[in-house]
C-alpha cells in the first residue's frame, strides 16, 4: 500500500470512527470455532422409527387425520396404537432416550407444548453465572446447556449424532412444536452432527423457532417456522448444510439465517470448490427480511422465493462475535425476490412492540422489527465480498432492487487499519431479470441500484434500470471482467450521512431516527432534503453577497450566478422528491459547477487566490457530474464529491472575507461601473475621490480611489492578493 493510500485509510477510518453509530447487537452465542468440513449432508432415512412421540387423547388423533388420503390414515393409526404403548408423549422425553448415532425418531399429528420443559429454571439452574447478552438472555457455555438444557430450549438436542425427527403427517402443519412465548428456542440442535428434521412447524419463541448450532451436517426439510421475536430458522457455524422446501413467516429478524456459514471459500475468487450450506425450494415472506446472514459465507441460495417482507434478502459484515467475517461467497441465482414492501415500523411507534410478546399479536400480522434495514429493498449488501447475484427474478420493490454498501471493521470489533476498507469488493449483479415477473409483466423496481460507491471491482448487468449513482461499473461476460472498474476507499458523503442517522435505531428503547425515511420522515424531515437544502441556503446566501458586492456590473458573473441558483434548487427538489436516480442530480451539479466556474474565471483578474480556487471547485463539480451520470471515473481513492466538498467549505469562508471588504468590484466585458458604484466607492473611502474604472475589454475589475495608477499599479507591494 502506497503512502498516499495509507493516508487515506487513516482518514477514512477516523471519519468513520468519529461518524460511527454504536454497533448493534444481533444473534449473540458463546465462543464456537467452525467445524472442520469433514462431515457430510445427511441423506433422509425411510425406515421404521425407532421412537414414537404422541398425544393420548384419540378422538383428537383421529379428528387430526380424518382429511388424510387412506394409506396415510390407516399408517398413522398404525403408528398410534404403537405409541400408546410404547411411546412417549413429549418430544424431548424421546431425545433423551436416544442412545446411539442414526436413530429416527416419529412425531404423530398433535400439537406439543412439551409442558415438562416450560417451568422457570429453580435450584442451580436459577443460579447460572454466565455473561448476558446485549438482548437480556444468558449466553450460556455448551456445559451450561446439557446442565440446564431448558433454561432456553423448549426442545434442547445436545451431543445427539445423526438424529433424524420427522413428523407423520400429511402437511407440515399437522405436527406442531409451541413454545408460547415462554422459551429462546422451541428446539435447539447444539453439537448434534448428521441430524434430519422433516415435516413439521415449530413457532412463538422469544427468540427462534428452529436452532441449529455447530454442527457439520444437517438437513432442514418441509419445516415451518413462524411468529418468532427474532429468527424462524437459524443456524450458526455450520457446514454441510440443507435448507428444502421449508416456509417461514411472522418473524422479527429473518425468517431464514444462515449466519458464520463455514467460511470454506475464503481467499477464492468467484470459482469455489464447494459451498457450505444450501437453500432451496424454500419460501420466506411477511417477515422482516425474508433471508439474512452475517457472515452468511459460502451459502448457495437458489430457486427460492422471498417476498413481502421489509427487505427480501440481507447479509452483512456489521455484528461483532460472528466468525468468519467479512461476509463473502454467496451465490444467489433463479430466485423470486419481489413486492418486498412491508413496513413493520410503526408497531415500534405506537408501543404494540412494547407489550409481552403473547400480547402483541403476531398471529394477526404483527412484526416487531429488531434491526435497522431500508424497506422495500430486494437484496441488501452491507459489507460483502466475492458475492453472485444473477438469474433471479427481482421485481416490485418501492425503494431499489439492489443495496450495496460498505461496513468498516472496527464496527465488527476489529481495529487493524489495514482491514477498515476490506469490504464491499467484488460483488456481481450479472444476469439478472430485473421490474419484470416471470411471466414478462412489467412490475417495476423503483429503483434498480442503491451504491455508496465504495469498493472494488463491483460490477452491474449493461440493462441496469435508473440507479444511484446513475453511472455503474459493467459486468463482462467472464466472471471478473469489469467495465469501468472503480475502487473507491469511502463512500458518497450524503449518503454515509443518511446510513449514519438511519443506524440508530434501537427496538427496546422505541428509538425511531429522525431524519430517516425508512422510518417515515418525509420532506423537510428527510437528511438527505436538510443537507441539499442548507448547503443551497448556505451557497445563495455567500454567492449572493459575493455578486452584489463584487460581481454585479459583470454580465458573466451574473448569468453564471444565476444558473448556480437554478442548480441548487435542482438538487433540493431532487432530494425533496427522491429522484436521485434520475439525471437530475447530474444536472444540478453541472448548472452548479458552471456557476463557479463562472464567477471564477470573473475573479481571477483582480482576485486571482479567490478566483482559482473558485475555478477549480466548478471544475470539480463539473467532474462530480460526470462521476454520477456519464461514467464513475476509475482508480480514483475518493469520489470528487468529497474534494469538492472539503474546497467548498473554505471557498465559503473565503468568499465572506472576500465579499466583507472594502475595495474593487469586479465589472465584466462591455460593462462599465453605472453611477451606484461611484456612490459606493465614495462611501466606502469617505467621498474624497470617485471609483476609476479600467480597460473593460480587458476584464479588469473597476478599481477603487486607493489603487495605484499605471505602471505604479502594476508593482504596488501591498496589493491585496486575495
Known sequence: MSWTRRLLVVLVALAAALLAAPAAQAHEERPVTLPDGSGSVPVHRAGEPDLLVCKSDRADFERRISGFPAKLRARNLELFERCR????????????????????????????????????????????????????????????????????????????????????????????????????????????????????????????????????????????????????????????????????????????????????NDGHGYDVPRYSIEITGCRSHHNMVGYSGTAGDSVHVHDNEFDHNMGGASMDSAFPGHPGLPQNHAHFERNLIHDNNADYYPYIADGTCAKPPVERGYEEGVVCPQISMPPGTGIITAGGNWNIYENNWIYGQRRAAFFLSAVPAFIRGENALAK??????????????????????????????????????????????????????????????????????????????????????????????????????????????????????????????????????????????????????????????????SYLPAVALLLTGAWWTGIGLV???????????????????????????????????????????????????WAVVASARHGERVAGKGTAPGPDADADAADAHGGDEAAAGVDAGSGSAALGPDAPSGADRRSAPDRDPS
Open 85 to 264: 404403548k410404547s411411546g412417549y408423549r413429549h418430544l424431548q422425553q424421546a431425545v433423551d432416550q436416544v442412545g446411539r448415532p442414526g436413530m429416527n425418531i416419529a412425531v404423530l399429528p398433535g400439537l406439543y407444548e412439551e409442558e415438562p420443559s416450560l417451568p422457570r429454571p429453580t435450584g442451580e439452574c436459577a443460579r447460572l453465572k454466565a455473561p448476558n447478552s446485549k438482548l437480556g438472555y444468558q449466553i450460556l457455555s455448551y456445559a451450561q446447556q446439557k446442565q440446564c438444557p431448558h433454561n432456553q430450549n423448549l426442545v434442547a438436542i445436545l451431543g445427539k449424532k445423526q438424529l433424524q425427527i420427522e413428523g407423520t403427517g400429511a402437511a407440515r402443519t399437522d405436527v406442531v412444536i409451541d413454545a408460547k412465548y415462554q422459551k429462546l428456542n422451541a428446539i435447539r440442535a447444539d453439537g448434534s452432527d448428521g441430524i434430519y428434521f422433516k415435516n413439521f412447524t415449530a413457532q412463538r419463541t422469544t427468540f427462534n423457532s428452529l436452532y441449529v448450532l455447530a454442527q457439520d451436517g444437517f438437513v432442514i426439510d418441509d419445516v415451518l417456522t413462524r411468529w418468532n421475536d427474532e429468527y424462524g430458522f437459524l443456524t450458526f457455524a455450520s457446514d454441510h448444510g440443507l435448507y428444502k422446501n421449508c416456509e417461514s413467516y411472522g418473524n422479527g429478524d429473518s425468517g431464514i439465517y444462515p449466519g458464520s456459514a463455514s467460511d470454506i
Open 420 to 581: 477498515q476498507v476490506d469490504t464491499s469488493h467484488h460483488n456481481r449483479y450479472a444476469g439478472n431479470h430485473l421490474g419484470t415477473d416471470k411471466a414478462g409483466r412489467s412490475r417495476p423496481n423503483r429503483t434498480d441500484v442503491w451504491w455508496d460507491g465504495q469498493g472494488d471491482g463491483n460490477c452491474w448487468q449493461s440493462d441496469t434500470g435508473p440507479s444511484t449513482p446513475r453511472s455503474l461499473p459493467v459486468c463482462g461476460a467472464a466472471r471478473g471482467a469489469v467495465s469501468g472498474r472503480t475502487d473507491r476507499l469511502v463512500g458518497e458523503p450524503v449518503k454515509l450521512a443518511q446510513l449514519l442517522v438511519c443506524a440508530d435505531y434501537d427496538v427496546r428503547a422505541r428509538r425511531l431516527p429522525a431524519g430517516c425515511d425508512w422510518y417515515g420522515a418525509r420532506g423537510i424531515e428527510r437528511i438527505e432534503v436538510q443537507i441539499a437544502l442548507g448547503v443551497a441556503l448556505v451557497l445563495v446566501l455567500v454567492g449572493g453577497v459575493l455578486w452584489w458586492r463584487r460581481l454585479r456590473y459583470s454580465r458573466l458573473a451574473t448569468a453564471a450566478t444565476l444558473l448556480g441558483v437554478i442548480g441548487l434548487g435542482l438538487d433540493v427538489a431532487g432530494a425533496t422528491t427522491g429522484l436521485a436516480s
Open 603 to 653: 475573479l481571477r483578474g483582480e482576485r486571482p487566490g479567490l478566483g482559482w480556487s473558485t475555478t477549480a471547485l466548478g471544475v470539480l463539480t463539473l467532474l462530480d457530474a460526470f462521476d454520477k451520470a456519464v461514467l464513475m471515473i476509475p482508480w480514483i481513492p475518493i469520489g470528487p464529491a468529497w474534494v469538492r466538498g472539503l474546497l467548498g467549505v473554505i471557498w465559503v469562508l
